[in-house]
T-cell receptor, first 111, second 115 residues
Framework: RKEVEQDPGPFNVPEGATVAFNCTYS??????FFWYRQDCRKEPKLLMS???SGNEDGRFTAQLNRASQYISLLIRDSKLSDSATYLC????????????FGDGTTLTVKP | ETGVTQSPTHLIKTRGQQVTLRCSSQ?????VSWYQQALGQGPQFIFQ???????GRGNFPPRFSGLQFPNYSSELNVNALELDDSALYLC??????????????FGNGTRLTVT
């Protein structure tokens, strides 16, 4: 089993749709959590951190459930420019220097 | 603010050769991490350097080695290249080691092809 698992996707949605991505992690000692966005053949870029209380950044909402070891990302009012691969990232735990990435979920927003 | 820069951007090597990839960290960042990303997969952690010492290593063989210099720049060396080493190699810098709620800032990557 992978340390960080994500919905395999791909997700194909129309503009304006709401879409949610899920992620689970196996290491209960993990300390911090992030969502990154990666465009085709580009480097990953930080989208947002994920806090236990939940946090929102414009159309994006991230949630963390430590008890269930589950992270989510909700995108409201999808735009064409949201088309990308979304990577769930978990930091810390037994290998202190390590950030562990999921394999990503690909989103395509269509007109 | 200078971002993370990697060189070269593309590289083609033959099986059995050795390669050195370079990374300059973002200004103000003292930690560098290296990742390997194969097509269709997420980045896989190779190792991290903090204050010129290795600070965590992933499941990669010893032929993957690295260095960090006093100016926080870093090198990734891979010996005895194999076909499966073909991937995008990403360098990321952060202000403190991962695990301290410090996100990673990535360079554009080096695309290595081994033939």
């Amino acid at each position: 089993r992978k340390e960080v698992e994500q919905d395999p996707g791909p997700f194909n949605v129309p503009e304006g749709a709401t879409v949610a991505f899920n992620c689970t992690y196996s290491n209960s000692a993990s300390q911090s959590f992030f969502w990154y966005r990666q465009d085709c053949r580009k480097e990953p870029k930080l989208l947002m951190s994920v806090y236990s209380s939940g946090n929102e950044d414009g159309r994006f909402t991230a949630q963390l459930n430590r008890a269930s070891q589950y992270i989510s990302l909700l995108i409201r009012d999808s735009k064409l420019s949201d088309s990308a691969t979304y990577l769930c990232v978990v930091n810390g735990g037994t290998n202190a220097g390590k950030s562990t990435f999921g394999d990503g979920t690909t989103l395509t927003v269509k007109p | 603010e200078t971002g993370v820069t990697q060189s070269p951007t593309h590289l083609i090597k033959t099986r059995g050769q050795q390669v050195t990839l370079r990374c300059s960290s973002q200004s103000g960042h003292n930690t560098v991490s290296w990742y390997q990303q194969a097509l269709g997969q997420g980045p896989q952690f190779i190792f991290q350097y903090y204050r010129e010492e290795e600070n965590g290593r992933g499941n990669f063989p010893p032929r993957f080695s690295g260095l960090q210099f006093p100016n926080y720049s870093s090198e990734l060396n891979v010996n005895a290249l194999e076909l499966d080493d073909s991937a995008l190699y990403l360098c990321a810098s952060s202000h403190v080691p991962a695990g301290a709620n410090s996100p990673l800032h990535f360079g554009n990557g080096t695309r290595l092809t081994v033939t």
